[in-house]
């Protein structure tokens, strides 16, 4: 299984960034994909989630600024970040693990057992 993200970079406070994650080789016809992010002396957190048929999750302090969504045709997943704020500021990167993570009450890092390299996102004031 490999998942690689892109679309990082920096930004300036209030602008919008799009994270894009493509999935391969998982042989399960569903899984959960969700976006994680982990800024310097920080734990990981998560971020958004998404299953195969939809269902959504988001960390509070993103809802209403940021959207996941999915192309299952070609195995790819977007995280729009929208009015991005310096506490944004991290390395997000994309997790796959069994559909039934997606339905947990949290985000636990533990339960995913793929994971892309990260892509950078630094928002400045």
């Known amino acids: 299984v490999q998942l690689v993200e892109s679309g990082g970079g920096s930004v300036q406070a209030g602008e919008s960034l799009r994270l894009a994650c493509d999935v391969s080789?998982?042989?399960?016809?569903?899984?959960?994909v969700a976006w994680f992010r982990q800024a310097p002396g920080k734990e990981r957190e998560g971020v958004a989630r998404?299953?195969?048929?939809?269902?959504?999750k988001y960390a509070e302090s993103v809802k209403g600024r940021f959207t996941i969504s999915e192309d299952n045709a070609n195995d790819t997943r977007y995280l729009q970040m929208n009015r991005l704020t310096p506490e944004d500021n991290a390395q997000y990167y994309c997790a796959a693990g069994p559909r039934g993570v997606c339905y947990s009450r949290t985000f636990d890092p533990r339960n995913y057992d793929y994971w892309g390299q990260g892509t950078q996102v630094t928002v400045s004031s």
């Open positions: 998404i299953s195969k048929y939809g269902t959504t």
């Open positions: 080789g998982y042989t399960s016809s569903s899984y959960c």
